[in-house]
């Protein structure tokens, strides 16, 4: 083991010294093949060891054309100074790398909630899921952030479900993405979900835009309407909490010989909202 040996050693890299607002955009880190000189029982160590160095992108590489040129004869003394005084550095292969870089960018995209989720039967939410943030950063180089228009989440499953919903779901990445990160890798998903019932009122009809010297008779004069609402909420629904209305402009433009009503108002606390029927029915008098 005392014995010399000259031996050829792989060893990844990795970087220091890459500024804060570069990336490297190559798909793989490479390898380098370093020749050295040295006693049996250092290379038998050296088997043991991390086989990494360290690449310093400011003092040992060059800048052209938006990618560093490491030059091996360079970073030498760097080189052997990572390996120790026991080693002899005989040569590096390759002798040059490139490590084209990007920019970084920042833009801030929506999040797209992907899920599956039941209610059990009477149950519901007003407000649907709500996603905390609804949006968040995207940080990377430019080439890489420029086509991305939202990011997706895991899928949320949930079933039959008759509590409130309080959730945390991972983010994905884009499958292309080698460089890009997230200003955060999950967001919560809460709902307030009750027990709804259906409820039912008569909603009197506005006739909007009828002419002064114009009269008319139309029917029905009011309209079922039917809606869910929760049981906490149901006393609250009144006929004033909803407005429908017809346009006499409708049959000027169209001579039909109905109009179609149309919803202005809608309490908030309501959803599912159906009118019983689509047509009223006039005749002109004057």
């Known amino acids: 083991m005392s014995k010399s040996y000259t031996e050829v050693i792989t060893v990844g890299v990795n970087y220091v010294n890459l500024p804060d607002n570069r990336v490297l955009t190559m798909d793989e880190s490479p390898e380098i093949h370093v020749e050295v000189t040295t006693f049996g029982f250092n290379l038998l160590g050296s088997y043991f060891y991390d086989k990494t160095i360290a690449i310093d992108l400011l003092n040992d590489a060059y800048i052209s054309h938006d990618t560093y040129i490491w030059i091996a004869n360079r970073a030498l003394p760097n080189i052997e100074k990572q390996f120790g005084k026991s080693f002899n550095i005989e040569s590096v292969k390759p002798d040059t790398l490139k490590f084209p870089f990007g920019t970084l960018s920042v833009k801030k995209v929506p999040v797209k909630l992907n899920s599956n989720v039941t209610y059990a039967s009477g149950y519901d939410t007003l407000d649907g899921l709500v996603v905390t943030p609804d949006s968040i950063k995207v940080i990377g180089s430019d080439t890489e952030i420029?086509?991305?228009?939202?990011?997706?989440?895991?899928?949320l499953n949930l079933f039959n479900i008759k509590e409130n919903i309080d959730a945390t779901v991972k983010l994905n990445l884009p499958e292309v993405a080698n460089t890009i990160k997230l200003s955060q890798n999950?967001?919560?998903v809460r709902a307030e979900v009750q027990k709804f019932t259906e409820g039912t009122l008569e909603i009197p009809i506005v006739i909007n835009n009828l002419p002064s010297d114009t009269k008319i008779n139309y029917f029905p004069?009011?309209?079922?309407?039917?809606?869910?609402?929760?049981?906490?909420?149901?006393?609250?629904?009144k006929p004033a909490g909803?407005?429908?209305?017809?346009?006499y402009l409708e049959i000027e433009a169209s001579n039909k010989s109905y109009f179609t009503p149309i919803f202005k108002k809608i309490p908030a606390n309501v959803k599912r909202v159906k009118m019983k029927q689509d047509k009223i029915e006039y005749v002109i008098t004057e």
């Open 186 to 188: 999950d967001i919560s």
């Open 221 to 237: 004069k009011t309209i079922k309407v039917s809606y869910e609402v929760s049981l906490n909420d149901y006393n609250s629904v």
């Open 242 to 247: 909803f407005k429908i209305e017809c346009d």
């Open 146 to 155: 420029q086509n991305i228009k939202h990011i997706e989440t895991s899928e």
